[in-house]
């Protein structure tokens, strides 16, 4: 994941701990608590461990995620559906992603470096695309 920007240098430090709450997340994040449980449903890579009672314990890489999520929601201005997609770019280094959601596919084309040899590729791959969508949307 990339360094924090100025744009989260204002967040508290993460403590040593193997385990958060869900409150220190949302302290630690500056996102509430409901907020924390609505992301669970919509980022698959947000998993915290739910012991007795349901109740939720976060480990350092997901708070780190949160801090991820919110920068690209409130600080880059992604939506829900865009943060997903960057999320899954940068885990599958810039390759093409097809994600399923709640029944609906979603293709999602991660930027690749171009080179000239990539160019055709590429609109291919956008060709590609337009067809899946129309076929979907038929």
């Given amino acids: 994941m990339p360094s ?3 744009a989260s240098s204002d967040l508290p430090p993460i403590p040593a701990k193997r385990y958060f709450t869900i409150g220190e997340v949302s302290d630690l994040c ?6 924390l449980r609505y992301w ?3 980022f698959t890579q947000l998993r915290p461990v739910k012991r007795r009672g349901n109740r939720r314990y976060y480990q350092h890489h997901e708070v780190l995620l949160v801090r991820r999520i919110r920068e690209l929601l409130y600080g880059e201005g992604f939506t829900i559906i865009g943060a997903r997609g960057r999320l899954d770019e940068e885990a599958n280094g810039g390759q093409t992603v097809l994600t399923r959601r709640r029944g ?3 293709l999602q084309v991660a ?5 000239t040899d990539d160019v055709n590729l590429q609109a291919l791959r956008t060709d590609l695309i337009d067809i899946a969508n129309l076929l979907d949307a038929g």
């Avoid at 500056?30 to 907020?35: I, S």
């Avoid at 930027?111 to 080179?115: E, F, I, L, M």
């Fill in 104 to 106: 609906a596919q979603v």
């Fill in 30 to 35: 500056l996102v509430k608590p409901h907020v």
């Fill in 111 to 115: 930027p690749a470096k171009a080179t």
């Fill in 4 to 6: 924090e920007t100025a």
């Fill in 40 to 42: 669970e449903q919509e």
